[in-house]
């Protein structure tokens, strides 16, 4: 009998891992997108508010490839998608690996509501090759894909599950603590949701809206309670980036974390990108999702404990 008890348990869902991860590539070929490689260790992450990147020397191990995407997208690229790791410190849990995969895309001539129809079309790609038919079972529940999925405003979604207005709950800093709380855990059941037009002071990255200045242009997606991607119509005015990055530093540094120098590469490049929306997908929780894992250690060959 193996040693490895735990690794030989897993051998079946490694496989599932793979349909799904081979069906992504051959969704974005067929779509015409580049895959692309971009380097793991930078010299300055982005700075974000509760995200924390683990040092390489004198870089930082990238907690997401956006920023050298995004200056591809500068230097004339299209349609680019890569599946990488990620690396971010502190984060463990059921949900949650400090290593983790990350796939993500990004597409010139298109804002977030183009990147939620795309973002179906994989999903329901995945599924049919893993034969699940229009639905799948996650953690004892049904889940339509191939009905409408759901679209919910962050306004409609404060209304619905709290009570409180979104500007109420941002105006008493409550806001991040009611959608942990009371909104997210109940998104995505019975269909997939997602939910979008995030407040300006959470769209790090992300436009803001035309239509309404109060709301940036970022949408989520969950399915039973589960965060599996994080998207925007992608900002391109690069002193307006510049100033949020520096706001960002500046309260991280109120609360006591580590301050990155600023990305200045990305940032003196950041003009040359034409209107463009992009999107980060985890492939550890898609595959939680599709496989019907409770566990983020159930879909990966090695947890940290166990190295």
């Given at each position: ?10 051998k ?67 349609r ?21 995969t ?40 049904a ?16 209304i619905?599950?709290?009570g409180m ?17 009371d909104?997210?855990?109940r998104?995505?059941?019975?269909k997939?949701?997602f ?5 300006a ?12 200045p ?40 109120s ?39 409770s ?13």
């Open positions: 009998m193996a040693k490895n008890w735990p690794l030989t348990r897993r079946e869902t490694l496989r599932g891992r793979s349909t799904i991860i081979q069906e992504i590539r051959r969704f974005f070929i067929k779509e015409g997108y580049l895959e692309v490689d971009t380097p793991l260790r930078i010299p300055a992450p982005a700075p974000e508010s509760y995200i924390e990147a683990i040092p390489s020397g004198r870089w930082f191990l990238h907690t997401s490839p956006e920023l050298c995407m995004k200056r591809m997208l500068a230097a004339g690229y299209e680019i998608f890569q599946i990488c790791r990620c690396w971010r410190d502190g984060e463990r849990g059921i949900r949650h690996l400090p290593e983790f990350m796939l993500e895309w990004y597409r010139i001539d298109a804002d977030y509501r183009d990147l939620m129809s795309e973002c179906e079309a994989l999903i329901r790609s995945v599924i049919h090759v893993l034969g699940h038919g229009g639905s799948i079972r996650y953690q004892g529940m889940v339509e894909i191939n009905e409408p999925w759901e679209k919910l405003t962050v306004s409609e979604a404060f619905r599950y709290n207005t979104m500007a109420e709950a941002l105006e008493t800093d409550q806001f991040d603590e009611i959608m942990v709380r909104i997210e855990p998104l995505g059941f019975g997939p949701t939910i979008y037009d995030y407040p002071e959470r769209g790090a990255l992300a436009r803001i809206s035309k239509d309404n109060a709301v940036a242009e970022r949408f989520e997606l969950y399915i039973g309670g589960l965060e599996l991607a994080n998207a925007f119509s992608e900002l391109t005015d690069a002193q307006e980036q510049r100033d949020r990055f520096v706001q960002e530093s500046t309260f991280r540094a609360m006591n974390r580590a301050t990155y120098p600023l990305p200045e590469k990305f940032l003196d490049e950041l003009s040359d990108m034409p209107p463009s929306a992009g999107i980060a997908l985890g492939v550890d929780r898609l595959v939680m999702v599709l496989l019907d894992l566990s983020i250690d159930d879909v990966v060959a090695f947890t940290p404990e166990e190295l």
